[in-house]
């Protein structure tokens, strides 16, 4: 394999990967989605949602830039068990933005609703019956809950 075409690849495989994660077909259209949750307050997704709605950079030269704000080596140092932490680390990130859009989401759901979201998200915060789960665990149960909830309001 030649060199030249090797790291190409790889941004393309990058890039392909974020998209589908997001469940988007290019760039325009992640910038559309995301652009509408930039005001989630969350440590952990700020660098990634901010290097997404740069919209000055190249294709190439945003790509490096969003796959940075999932591991923190740049794509042109990676050894190739990166690419599959880089996976690892952007399908938890995207499980939680899809998390947190859902809750912006449920804003516009009547008083008791929004009261039984944050009465089972309190416990499964803090309730002493869910402490052996992880956090990426806790997300999945709020965004079933969440999924509940909107269905039934929806139906």
Do not use: C
């Not at 992640?30 to 930039?38: G, I, N, T, Y």
């Amino acid at each position: 394999m030649n060199l030249k075409t090797v790291y190409p690849r790889l941004l393309e495989n990058i890039r392909e990967s974020i998209y589908t994660r997001f469940d988007s077909e290019n760039r325009v259209k992640l910038f559309e989605r995301v652009s509408k949750q930039k005001r989630l307050h969350d440590k952990r997704l700020t660098p990634l949602i901010k290097r997404i709605l740069d919209s000055k950079q190249t294709d190439d030269t945003w790509v490096e830039s969003v796959a940075s704000a999932v591991i923190p080596n740049p794509p042109r140092f990676w050894k190739d068990q990166d690419f599959d932490q880089f996976e690892i680390e952007l399908g938890i990130m995207v499980h939680r933005f899809k998390l947190l859009e859902k809750l912006s989401k449920s804003k516009d759901l009547d008083q008791l609703s929004q009261g039984k979201i944050e009465s089972v998200k309190e416990s499964i915060l803090s309730s002493t019956e869910f402490t052996s789960l992880s956090l990426e665990e806790k997300d999945y149960l709020l965004s079933q809950l969440i999924d509940e909830v909107i269905f039934k309001e929806n139906v």
